[in-house]
């Protein structure tokens, strides 16, 4: 059994092996302090980026400006003016 505490921004702070009677010692896998702070500032920053495209598609869907050519906007004039 492995059992694995963590500080507060989530490296591995110790790592500590019970063997139980019917198991062989294994070797642990050692995962440099910096990878795991190079993984979690991956995803940190895969999750911003999408919730900035998330943003950014909301934003692009509520926009519904047009641009009017000025025959549209002489035509509307006139029709408002005539009523």
Excluded at 24 to 46: C, F, G, M, Q, T
């Amino acid at each position: 059994m492995v059992i694995v505490t963590y500080n507060a921004s989530g490296v591995v702070k110790h790592v500590i092996s019970t063997i139980m009677a019917d198991e062989e010692p294994k070797a642990l896998d050692y995962v440099s302090e910096i990878v795991l702070k190079k993984r979690k500032n991956n995803e940190d920053w895969a999750i911003r980026r999408k919730e900035q495209l998330e943003q950014r598609v909301k934003k692009s869907k509520s926009d519904n400006f047009v641009i009017k050519k000025p025959e549209q906007f002489i035509r509307e004039y006139r029709d408002r003016v005539m009523n």
